[in-house]
């Protein structure tokens, strides 16, 4: 049966953590009225221009299972992200280009922070071959948040962040998992939506989130280890700032992705996993994304309490 449908056992304790990296480049151009008050005192105004970023995105989650009936697992993540940014700055044909005034918007920088670490409760059951769980839970507002809206600073000409890691409100999460154990072969499905459902102090909303994915693993015949390969989806809505829908930012963005999944088994209560998920198809609204890859990798252990 897949992992991703099995209950716990009562009174058992998984704690895993992982850390994952991946790469970003994005390409925007900046433009009046967010170049800043210069567009209004300067003659001519400044002129449009490139920004060229790429940020390398990397952090490690503890998640926390534990069992408290054969059927009832209370679930729990916190993750640590750290952002490293480089941005070159060209004009519209390419040519490198300095900025004047000088661009408030990004600079060479390392970010760090918690993000929004979320509480669910998981009902779950094995029936035979057969394995499904139900998750009910929230992302919780304790995650680095900006102090000021970054468009109303950018048109100000204050130095501003655009990086944040969490939402500043309460976003509620609904989950499944189904899976079925044909032996040699285990497959396995799940979905999960986060839900924004307000807005922040500063007038932050953050868009909708969708996950599904499907995997197909097998021991290969080993006693140790299992591998797995799949496909993943995930769909994010526009953010809003102030009701609006910005110029840069999320502006709503869909990814297919292939994924590739190892585990081994150290001994009988602890465990490594990794994987590897390529992007075969993203449609990113607004500013030019790329990414080559995400990798993951993690230690898992459990404890009977």
């Not at 209004?40 to 952090?59: I, K, S």
């Not at 941005?87 to 280009?97: H, I, R, S």
């Not at 839970?137 to 890691?165: C, N, S, W």
């Amino acid at each position: 049966m897949a992992a991703a449908a099995a209950p716990l056992a009562q009174r058992v304790l998984v704690v895993a953590l992982t850390t994952d990296f991946t790469t970003i480049k994005s390409t925007h151009v900046e433009d009046c009225p967010d170049i800043g008050p210069a567009c209004a005192t300067q003659m001519p105004p400044p002129q449009p221009y490139q920004h060229h970023l790429q940020n390398v995105a990397y952090g490690v989650t503890l998640d926390a299972q534990y069992g408290v009936l054969l059927w009832l697992t209370i679930a729990a993540t916190v993750p640590y992200r750290f952002v490293t940014t480089s941005v070159q700055y060209t004009d519209l044909a390419g040519n490198p280009y300095v900025p004047v005034p000088p661009d408030t918007h990004h600079r060479n920088e390392t970010v760090t922070g918690f993000g929004d670490p979320t509480l669910a409760a998981v009902v779950g059951q094995a029936v035979g071959r057969w394995g499904y769980s139900v998750r009910l839970g929230a992302m919780l507002p304790f995650g680095r948040t900006l102090d000021v809206d970054p468009f109303i600073a950018g048109r100000l000409g204050l130095v501003h962040e655009h990086i944040q890691f969490g939402a500043g409100t309460v976003r509620p999460i609904v989950g499944g998992a189904a899976g079925y154990d044909f032996g040699g072969v285990g497959v396995d499905a799940f979905f999960q939506g986060v839900f924004a459902v307000a807005t922040n102090a500063i007038g932050y909303r953050p868009g909708q989130r969708m996950n599904a994915g499907v995997h197909v693993s097998s021991a290969l015949g080993l006693s140790r280890a299992r591998f797995g390969v799949g496909a993943e989806m995930a769909h994010e809505s526009t953010e809003t700032w102030q009701g609006i829908q910005q110029e840069e930012g999320n502006l709503g963005r869909t990814d297919v992705l292939a994924v590739l999944s190892a585990r081994y088994a150290a001994g009988s209560r602890v465990g490594a996993f990794a994987a590897l998920k390529v992007p075969l198809y993203v449609n990113a609204v607004g500013a030019q994304l790329s990414y080559p890859f995400v990798v993951q990798l993690g230690v898992a252990t459990a404890l009977s309490l």
